[in-house]
């Protein structure tokens, strides 16, 4: 064995809290000399070492040299590595479960065997809860909806004001009633609205999900509509309305990224272009109504095709008109809900601002 890497090895067994430096002044070297050269000789003699750090002064400290035990584990884990093929089928079974349990879709289908002219009434934006909304004029809407033959409800979300959280306290304050009572209010007249057959779609806002997803995770309001048989869009989706003989097309939305104060459907003109030419496109959340007929596509009409002619784009108002929030940001809204007389034996359509003025309408077709 070499007398250096011998002379070292006593000065440390002797003394284990020998500093390297004072190793070092007995050989006239420096530290990190001294420490470099017994590591060498160490590794070359078969020695298994942790070295420790030079002038420590711990009193657990300790050092292997040549003649130290062997240490065997024979009980670690060790980590599997795993095949990608059993990670994606991982993956595909949770999507598989996820997809069973979600009632989203984004092409509904509702059929109204009917001879007669019906109408279809498009609402949202009743932020039940919050100190602005009109209650009283939305207590007549809902009533004159639940006891009109002949008259049918799209819903396009934001029912409840929902607010938990917000980037004004006030919209957190002013709310008339518990963000849990309003979800029992809304609860009470969709199920009323589904067991009359009055619901035909119900679109997903950002009070009803995003509010909730921000905060939970998830939609607590989905929980809620567990006896409703329209088809659920999650904020856009294409409902196709057999009426009689004839099938009309709802393109059908709450919010959307393209919007205009100048043209309130203008957000309804970008959809078409970017989903479907539908027969109507309606959307919510600006508080701002509006009713445009445009006619494109009409080459396809004459053609025998289901798409084409004569759309009407809807901007639906809100019941949420009184309240300091909508002034600032929605121009104080206004309340309206549209309404679309459909002919179940011809391809027509005819629109009126509120569903009284077109159920006189129906009514005095069916005179005829």
């Not at 292997?64 to 060790?78: D, I």
């Not at 008339?176 to 009572?181: A, G």
């Not at 809620?224 to 003989?245: E, H, S």
Request: with cysteine.
């Amino acid at each position: 064995m070499d007398d250096f890497y011998a002379a070292v090895s006593q000065m440390r067994d002797g003394n284990p809290h020998r500093s390297w430096e004072d190793i070092g002044a007995h050989f006239n070297m420096t530290a990190e000399a001294v420490r470099n050269r017994f590591r060498r000789l160490r590794k070359k003699n078969g020695g298994i070492a942790a070295e420790l750090p030079a002038n420590t002064d711990k009193p657990n400290d300790v050092y292997y040299s040549p003649e130290a035990a062997q240490v065997f584990f024979t009980n670690k884990k060790r980590v599997e590595n795993i095949n990608w093929r059993e990670l994606i089928g991982l993956a595909q079974t949770a999507q598989d479960i996820n997809l069973r349990l979600s009632d989203e879709q984004e092409i509904g289908e509702v059929t109204i065997p009917t001879d007669q002219p019906i109408a279809i009434m498009h609402g949202g934006d009743w932020h039940l809860g919050d100190v602005g909304v009109d209650y009283a004029t939305w207590v007549d809407d809902m009533q004159f909806l639940l006891e009109t033959p002949n008259l049918y409800y799209i819903d396009h979300g934001d029912n409840i004001q929902n607010m938990r959280v917000f980037k004004d306290l006030a919209g957190v304050l002013n709310q008339v009633l518990s963000p849990m009572q309003q979800g029992q209010l809304f609860r009470s007249i969709v199920d009323e609205l589904s067991v009359k057959n009055k619901l035909l779609a119900k679109v997903r806002g950002n009070h009803d999900y995003e509010f909730d997803e921000r905060i939970f995770g998830e939609a607590l309001q989905k929980y809620l509509l567990d006896r409703v048989d329209a088809p659920m869009f999650n904020n856009k989706g294409l409902l196709k309305l057999k009426v009689g003989k004839e099938l009309y097309t709802f393109l059908l939305f709450h919010k959307s990224k393209f919007r205009s104060f100048m043209r309130a459907t203008h957000s309804n003109y970008r959809e078409m272009q970017l989903s479907f030419p539908a027969d109507i496109i309606a959307g919510a959340h600006d508080h701002a109504p509006a009713i445009e007929h445009l006619w494109h596509y009409t080459l396809a009409r004459e053609a025998g095709y289901d798409f084409g002619g004569e759309t009407l784009l809807i901007k639906i108002g809100s019941y949420q008109g009184g309240s300091g929030y909508g002034w600032r940001y929605f121009h104080n809204g206004a309340i309206c809900t549209p309404t679309v007389v459909l002919y179940p034996h011809e391809h027509k359509k005819v629109v009126f601002t509120n569903p009284r003025d077109a159920i006189v309408f129906v009514n005095a077709i069916a005179k005829e």
